[in-house]
């Protein structure tokens, strides 16, 4: 079982950065495949970026690669985002997600979610 809680969200201007974190309760944290994702109002749910347990292997959505950044500390049982050169267009709720599948990472349909943490961008 593993337990996620994101901080970081915030106002931020057209341009601006934030740096989301999700710590992770449990002691096998870098057995695990982490992922952010947002739902902005209105909209599906959809993949932002995913990180490999060992760090390794990241993966972007097209919408956010050369902006963001997923990195993670596995000392400290958590994982970042890093989000520069921010958009209105990338206000929503972002959770984070985990799973020892990768696959299910990257698909979405991962067992354990945040509660999410809102990062509103304004123009």
């Known amino acids: 079982q593993v337990q996620l809680v994101e901080s970081g969200g915030g106002l931020v201007q057209a341009g601006g950065s934030l740096r989301l974190s999700c710590a992770a309760s449990g002691r096998t944290f870098n057995s695990y495949a982490m992922g952010w994702f947002r739902q902005a109002p209105g909209k599906e749910r959809e993949f932002v970026a995913a990180?490999?347990?060992?760090?390794?292997?990241?993966y972007y959505a097209d919408s956010v690669k050369g902006r963001f950044t997923i990195s993670r500390d596995n000392a400290k049982n958590t994982v970042y985002l890093q989000m520069n050169s921010l958009k209105p267009e990338d206000t929503a709720v972002y959770y984070c997600?985990?799973?020892?599948?990768?696959?299910?990472?990257?698909?979405?349909?991962?067992?354990?979610w945040g509660q999410g943490t809102q990062v509103t961008v304004s123009s």
């Open positions: 990180i490999s347990w060992g760090g390794s292997n990241t």
């Open positions: 997600a985990a799973d020892v599948r990768p696959g299910t990472v990257l698909a979405g349909t991962c067992p354990y």
